[in-house]
């Protein structure tokens, strides 16, 4: 037990020595783990075949709400982000996000789950967008980017 301690203590000042700050390693650790599972369900959407075939369409559909279930882990992990605090400010932004993509699930769900329902489609869509715009922001913050006037006020 001593020895992990050690082993542990050792390993932690040798991160600091070297400048790596850990907080900030668990963070860019989070955020990549957040992007790279983003980036993967985002490829298996568009990976989705339709045809033209009741049982195609409806195979289609439920893999894009097991994608959107996934996604909306994902969001929820990164809205549950201890961001470093200078960039604190954007906590709040990134809580919005995972609360837009929760009602983007819960809203494409109903929308597809019986009947197709194309105005609460429109409006999952347009949470969607919110969630993504609002990681948009924050990783552009993130990597020093101006992000200007937005010219949008989702």
């Excluded at 957040?34 to 409806?58: K, L, M, T």
């Excluded at 996000?97 to 789950?113: L, R």
Aim: charged content about 25%; hydrophobic content about 40%.
């Amino acid at each position: 037990m001593k020895k992990n301690i050690l082993l542990a203590a050792v390993c932690l000042f040798l991160l600091t020595a070297c400048g790596t700050n850990p907080i900030q390693a668990k963070f860019d650790s989070e955020i990549n783990e957040f992007c790279d599972s983003a980036a993967d369900i985002g490829a298996r959407i568009d990976a989705i075949q339709v045809e033209a075939e009741e049982n195609s369409i409806r195979y289609a559909t439920s893999d894009l709400l097991n994608c959107l279930d996934e996604l909306e882990i994902a969001f929820m992990k990164f809205s549950n982000i201890d961001f470093p605090e200078k960039y604190d400010y954007l906590e709040d932004m990134a809580d919005e996000a995972g609360q837009y993509m929760t009602e983007a699930v819960s809203s494409y769900h109903k929308a597809y789950d019986e009947e197709y329902n194309q105005a609460m489609e429109e409006y999952a869509r347009e949470n969607y967008s919110r969630a993504c715009r609002r990681v948009q922001i924050i990783l552009a913050t993130l990597r020093g980017e101006n992000i200007g006037d937005s010219n949008s006020s989702n």
